[in-house]
């Protein structure tokens, strides 16, 4: 029963660690590095659990291991996603000079919020007994069923858009020239929120240094604005070829120096452009470099034959040694034959499994006909826990990556943006918050899917966290 659940493990692990190493920007702190690892950890735990609860629950195996590691997986996220990571997301969001500062501003951010939905949600459910007369374990079960259907409609519309953009995106960028438009599309759109992150940057920069130049020595907010001033020399320390460029004072941008919450609203201000000019520049790049490199195959695969079938790039100089001729071939069948077939093969695979998805969704209602593909396939194994158990991660997965993919396609619109190297702390908490969120609905939702005849130990208890996540939801 454990063995599966001991080989993901470790896997989830070095999955999260090569992922935060990979999207983290250089100056986010250990300390939101460790938050955000462990969040994702403890979401992913619940995920790669269920196909072990699958196969206690379908044998009725011993699960008082289960019931241990979900606990653990779950109630760890709850509190961090309740209570550690919004207040550590206030305290990177702020702009204050000191620690204790920069705590208060996160916890009155938070109580105010708190405080604001729990009147609502209590003015709420003293009308609903007044209206309804109902005894309090009935608008228990009110408010849980409302949980339940909230969470299950919104993750469903989210899954639903993940399944029909990811099978067609592959298969769109199959084709080389339809590639090639929607890289120049997103280079151009690219292009103008750089310039426009770009000015904000300049124009951040040249109110700083106007508020320092006419600010005394003796000046008590001064102590302040040399936190500000070391921050602009460390800019420019990092990055000698930026150049400010068309800043403008604006009428008001001068009240900056009036008490030290308003030079926290300069230094947060400063922070934010500077965040935003190299997340939109570290994305304008890379779609520019995926440009150059399809130009690269384009040209390879058109004048193959003339090379010798050889891969021939722009980029590096050519291979030399007794395996260089032999590399550049198979990096040529590998970029400009088998890449493409593999994109449509994946597309053709993943398309399937979307229509099995949604055919199995037909098995929530009422029905006498079993039309889960992934029910019929766990059924006819047996007792065979490793083809059991991968059987059950493999649409589940599936069914998470389609679900955070339309989070983060949401997210980049309105809240935060997932981009190589350059998210900052405020994103990556924001986003590990997402994760967690939405990890029991997806699970319970499938287990929905393959028609049990067993109750999984995550279905006994699964009311209470949809309920517990779904009023987390509300947090953001």
């Not at 996160?106 to 109902?134: C, D, E, M, P, W």
């Not at 029991?440 to 949809?466: G, H, M, Q, R, W």
């Amino acid at each position: 029963m454990w063995v599966f659940y001991l080989i993901s493990l470790p896997l989830t692990l070095g999955m999260v660690i090569l992922t935060l190493r990979y999207f983290a920007g250089p100056e986010v702190p250990r300390y939101v590095l460790f938050t955000v690892g462990y969040t994702w950890f403890c979401s992913l735990s619940i995920i790669i659990l269920v196909p072990a609860d699958i196969y206690t629950a379908k044998f009725q195996l011993n699960n008082g291991g289960i019931s241990f590691f979900w606990s653990w997986s779950y109630w760890s996220t709850f509190l961090l996603t309740w209570a550690v990571v919004p207040l550590i997301q206030g305290f990177e969001d702020a702009g204050d000079f000191t620690v204790t500062e920069r705590l208060k501003t996160s916890i009155h951010a938070n109580l105010v919020f708190y405080l604001i939905v729990g009147s609502i949600g209590l003015f709420g459910l003293i009308l609903l007994v007044l209206t309804q007369k109902r005894s309090g374990s009935n608008v228990l079960g009110v408010a849980m069923a409302c949980s339940n259907t909230f969470g299950l409609v919104t993750g469903a519309f989210l899954l639903g858009f993940g399944l029909s953009e990811i099978p067609k995106n592959l298969w769109r960028n199959a084709d080389w020239t339809t590639r090639q438009k929607v890289l120049s599309h997103k280079i151009a759109k690219m292009a103008v929120k750089l310039d426009d992150a770009h000015q904000e940057l300049s124009n951040a920069i040249v109110v700083a240094q106007a508020t320092s130049t006419q600010m005394s020595k003796r000046d008590p907010l001064r102590p302040y604005m040399n936190v500000i001033d070391n921050m602009l020399a460390q800019m420019f320390r990092e990055d000698p070829s930026f150049k400010p460029q068309g800043g403008r004072l604006g009428e008001n941008d001068m009240d900056y120096d009036t008490d030290e919450k308003s030079m926290a609203t300069l230094r947060r201000h400063l922070r934010v452009a500077r965040e935003g000019y190299y997340r939109y520049k570290s994305e304008y790049m890379n779609y520019v470099l995926e440009a150059l490199e399809l130009e690269d195959t384009i040209k390879n695969y058109e004048r193959g034959s003339s090379t010798g079938w050889k891969y021939i790039s722009s980029f590096r100089p050519a291979r030399t040694g007794k395996l260089g001729a032999c590399l550049d071939t198979m990096e040529f069948f590998l970029r400009c034959i088998l890449s493409k077939q593999f994109e449509k093969l994946s597309a053709i695979v993943l398309g399937t499994m979307s229509a099995a998805i949604l055919l199995a969704e037909a098995t929530l209602l009422p029905s006498s006909f079993n039309l889960s593909l992934f029910s019929l396939l766990i059924n006819s194994i047996g007792k065979q826990e490793i083809f059991v158990q991968v059987l059950a991660l493999i649409p589940l997965m599936y069914m998470c990556i389609c679900t955070y993919y339309s989070l983060f396609k949401i997210g980049m619109l309105m809240f935060y943006s997932l981009t190589p190297r350059q998210t900052s702390s405020v994103s990556l908490l924001m986003i590990c918050s997402m994760v967690a969120r939405y990890a029991p609905p997806i699970s319970y939702n499938f287990l929905n899917l393959i028609n049990l005849d067993a109750k999984t130990i995550f279905e006994k208890v699964s009311v209470l966290a949809i309920l517990i996540d779904m009023l987390i939801f509300c947090r953001n």
